[in-house]
């Protein structure tokens, strides 16, 4: 039986980098943008709504369902690799934590974050760099719009990349509360401040014997993914080398955009970013 743990948290926040490095240890696989949950959420929305599953004692429905997701996962990563330990990377897997948690005994998750201020300049270039997407309606472009109301969007548009997750982490938060041994938080600035380090914490709480990762070759996916596919702004290629990078927000945002950010978000930096909020604090009124 294969061991399978979730990354799960914000995009353009290092986690294709991340499985890209766990993935040198062999026993270790690491997805890409995993697609299991699509067939979680099908088989969910067969049992409430064909009747052979509604006619079903609901236990015994409840049960056989649980045990069919359980050994389709086993079966579907079984199919791909040979290694006990599965990381399946999925933003979408946090809306299935309930589940998740009544399925496994010991279920664990990688939560994945950033500046939301690098998250939104991450975009900003990605938009510039892909000028081919259109972002926003025909009548009203994002890239149309002033710096401030894109900065709104980014993060609150639900059916956009950044919207959806970061509305879903107060979920998460939530869970992460009750089983607080079951979460791991992977903070992009971190692990660029200590790579090393970060990734023996990891390793750490997998119950895991450490690896010592070639930061200076860093392979590409194992599964690659065709992000044209997504018609969207997304980039899953990673540089070859772990380099230290300096964060894009000074240069592209002003003190009056990036305390709107904060201000606009308080919950997640005072729960995640506390060192950020209690500068933002500070400093707010000057």
């Given amino acids: 039986m294969k061991t399978i743990h979730y990354a799960i948290g914000l995009p353009r926040s290092g986690s294709t980098l991340l499985m890209n490095i766990l993935q040198q ?49 086993q079966g579907w990563f079984s199919a791909m690799t040979d290694k006990p330990n599965i990381i399946s990377k999925s933003r979408g897997w946090d809306v299935y934590l309930n589940f998740l948690f009544h399925a496994y005994e010991n279920p664990k998750f990688i939560v994945i974050l950033r500046d939301l201020r690098d998250i939104i300049c991450s975009f900003e270039k990605l938009s510039y760099k892909y000028p081919i997407w259109n972002i926003g309606s025909k009548e009203d472009p994002l890239h149309m719009l002033p710096f401030e109301k894109r900065m709104e969007i980014w993060c609150t548009d639900i059916g956009g990349n950044l919207g959806l997750p970061l509305k879903n982490l107060t979920h998460v938060y939530e869970w992460m509360q009750r089983r607080p041994n079951n979460f791991f938080l992977f903070r992009f600035e971190d692990f660029n401040e200590n790579p090393k380090r970060s990734l023996q914490s990891i390793y750490q709480w997998l119950n895991l014997p450490n690896f010592d990762h070639d930061l200076n070759n860093v392979p590409q996916a194992a599964q690659y993914e065709h992000d044209t596919a997504y018609r969207a702004l997304v980039s899953h290629k990673t540089e070859k080398q772990v380099r230290k990078l300096e964060p894009s927000w000074p240069k592209m945002m002003n003190k009056f955009q990036s305390d709107l950010v904060i201000k606009h978000n308080e919950w997640f930096y005072q729960t995640f970013y506390p060192e950020i909020y209690s500068f933002y604090e500070r400093n707010r009124n000057d």
């Fill in 25 to 73: 240890n062999p026993s270790v696989f690491t997805s890409s943008t995993c697609p299991t949950t699509y067939l979680l959420e099908g088989a969910k929305q067969a049992a409430g709504s064909v009747s052979e599953f509604i006619a079903m004692d609901q236990d015994q429905l409840n049960n056989s369902l649980t045990n069919y997701v359980r050994y389709g996962m």
